[in-house]
């Protein structure tokens, strides 16, 4: 016999709306990034690394 309780059909709901909230949040935070110009100095870090790790830099 199967019981029925509410908490077994609220949790598929509630991690639902826990992934949505952290992908907008996700979202958000991305876009807050490209706003502040974050993707030049993270692409400039990353060169150096690069460069560092084969030898040139």
């Given at each position: 016999?199967?019981?029925s ?8 709901a ?20 490209v ?23």
């Amino acid at each position: 016999m199967e019981s029925s309780s509410p908490t077994a059909s609220a949790r598929p709901a509630a991690a639902s709306r826990l992934s949505w909230g952290l992908l907008a949040a996700g979202l958000a935070l991305m876009g807050l990034g490209v706003w502040l110009d974050e993707t030049a100095r993270i692409l400039d870090k990353a060169t150096q690394v690069c460069l560092q790790c084969i030898g040139i830099g």
